[in-house]
């Protein structure tokens, strides 16, 4: 005995809903799959839990899945589950008013935001009722999961109301029965819907099959407990969600309750892509709420600079009906966005240490990724200058260090940490710069990439510790306990050469003086890390590129007064000029090129030609 169909009105705001869903022209109509996806997910959760609690579960053996079939002739698409049901009280309750999260949420902005309500439906998913955005006819077929309820149909064309009917023989749980409005024929073909579904919902921890086969493979892993995973698994995720052939390079598995609920699996490939030369790394972190693929690319979810990031992150606190447009400003992103890059930089510093091999690989190819983020995320500038990796005077050549290591190493008094540009170790090591530095057992990290002294420039400190550049004359340098080998000019001849160096190279010089850094080479060019410093300059001339046409501004030129080509150019003023011009520009030019800092050779050759000459003819 069954009774007759009952018609119900849809509540107003329901009503409001469902005519922006149908007249609308939004174009992701395949999300209703996703929607009723997740409701089908939700119900089987719920039931799930109930089944830890209740003893009385109408047909208690059924499988947990979620049946998907496609039917192109009679132009319908069925999506069944085995979940917790509804009862006609539910039916009314949960189908016919909007007392639920998403379209509640969906009402609230329509209402703050008026007119533009087209441009808002893109932004939500609103739950159930997307799927008239396809259908005409949509059948819920409903047996709930206690023992003395009944099957019960539920009927709508998405207009003003409903019908529920006693509908016998129905298996516990929901079959929504979707026949097609004209023009969404392709929701009944199989290999479409195939690809939706896994778009959508390959993480949805129930198995979805379409017409009999399984389309989900991988579950969600991410809210497993780590030691019950085996490395195997996590490297079949991540070859299945990156689509990479290889195995990732690191993992990190990571929970947290607070501030957010967050269940993270992120990757790091092997190789770096963009340093190949191929293209533009993609983040591909997807953001789910409980396994429900929020959006496979959300672009905020980390910084920039960590665009290598694969995996997934999943939140409970995320919204699941809100989606892309939304989610891209929204304040719960930022904030997951700040939690995960922290925890990540903490869990690279710590493979640096437990892993170091494995560490120096992920520098190799990935270090130019942190090096941008330390030049340009002041956020994260300390986590970041931790991660920094170079050669140094206290290293072997190939072997690398961090500015920790550095700190520990310094003597007490040391005040700065010093660094030195240039093309390869080798340069720096044939250069001026590191004489003194040497004789005074001073440390200096050796960088040879171009962007380093850009990174180190806007990194500036780290641990109340200076960062300088060793030809900077903001290096004071203590007098060396014993004098340098050899005679020195006398203080006077030094004055008056300095004086006639300064006037006879003009405007290329703005100082000459004779310093403490020198005790193999006859000149150096020092410089202050600000603006007109050497090692701003360089950073200029990287960032503009080497022939810009930009004239040299003059620079502070230091001369060693015991070196004999000093001493032998202080002897050569009194009697040949001319050489001695010659010699001077000459020994500036060398100082420019070994600063890094001569852009065009010809003139110089050109000297040198003439220097050369006047030799041979001796
Ligand atoms: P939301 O999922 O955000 O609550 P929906 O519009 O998707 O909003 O669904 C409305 C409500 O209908 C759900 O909260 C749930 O109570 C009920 N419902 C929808 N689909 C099912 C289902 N397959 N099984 C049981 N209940 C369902
Ligand atoms: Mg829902």
Known sequence: MTDKPTQHEFQAET???????????????EIFIRELISNASDALEKLRRLQLTEKEIFEDDLEHEIKVTTD?????????????????????????????????????????????????????????????????KVQ???????????????????????????????????KVVINLKEGFSEFAKEDRVKDIIKKYSAFVQFPVSLNGEKVNTVDAIWLRSKNEIKDEEYEE????????YEAPLMRMHFSADAPLEINSLLFVPKRNMEKMGMFRNENKVALHCRKVLIDAEPKALFPEWLRFLKGVVDSSDLPLNVSREVMQDSELLRKLNQVLT???????????????????????????????????????????????????????????????????RMAKDQKEILFLFGKSRQSIEAGPYLEALK?????????????????????????????????????????????????????????????????????????????????????????????????????????????????????????????????GLSKLLESDKETAELIANQLLDNALATANLLDDPREMIARSYKAIEKLANQ
Not at 94 to 102: E, F, Q, R, V, Y
Not at 141 to 167: A, H, L, N, P, V
Not at 237 to 244: P, T, V
């Open 15 to 29: 009503k409001q809903v469902l005519d922006i869903v149908v007249n609308s022209l939004y174009k992701d109509k």
């Open 72 to 136: 192109d002739t009679a132009n319908t698409l069925t999506i069944q589950d085995f979940g917790l049901g509804m009862n006609k009280e539910e039916l009314i309750e949960n189908l016919g008013t909007i007392a639920h999260s998403g379209s509640k949420a969906f009402i609230e902005a329509l209402q703050a935001d008026g007119e533009k309500s087209d441009s808002l439906i893109g932004k939500f998913g609103v739950g159930f009722y997307s799927v008239f955005m396809v259908s005409d």
């Open 140 to 174: 819920a077929f409903t047996r709930t999961w206690k023992k003395d309820g009944s099957g019960q149909c539920w009927e709508s064309d998405g207009s003003g109301s409903y019908s529920i009917e006693e509908s016998s023989d129905q298996q516990r749980g929901t």
């Open 237 to 244: 995720f991540y070859k299945f969600q990156s689509n990479d």
């Open 342 to 408: 922290k925890r990540f930089l903490r869990f690279l510093n710590e493979q640096s240490k437990k892993e170091p091999e494995t560490y120096l690989e992920f520098w190799k190819e990935f270090g130019i990724l942190i090096k941008e983020g330390a030049a340009t995320d002041f956020t994260y500038k300390d986590d970041l200058a931790k991660l920094l990796r170079f050669e140094s005077t206290a290293m072997e050549p190939g072997k690398l260090t961090g500015l920790d290591e550095y700190i520990d």
């Open 439 to 567: 004789a005074r057992s001073l440390e200096v990290l050796l960088l040879t990439e171009p962007v380093d002294e850009y990174v180190m420039q806007s990194v500036r400190e780290y641990k109340e510790k200076k960062i300088i550049s060793a030809d900077s004359d903001e290096l004071k340098l203590e007098k060396l306990d014993q004098e340098p080998e050899g005679k020195a000019l006398n203080k006077k001849d030094t004055k008056s050469l300095c004086k006639w160096l300064k006037e006879s190279l003009k405007d290329k010089v703005s100082e000459v003086e004779t310093g403490d850094r020198l005790i193999d080479s006859p000149v150096c060019i020092v410089g202050g890390d600000g603006l007109g410093g050497a090692s701003a300059r360089r950073v200029m001339k990287m960032m503009q590129g080497a022939d810009d046409g930009m004239p040299t501004s003059p620079v502070k030129l230091q001369v060693n007064q015991r070196h004999p080509i000093i001493k």
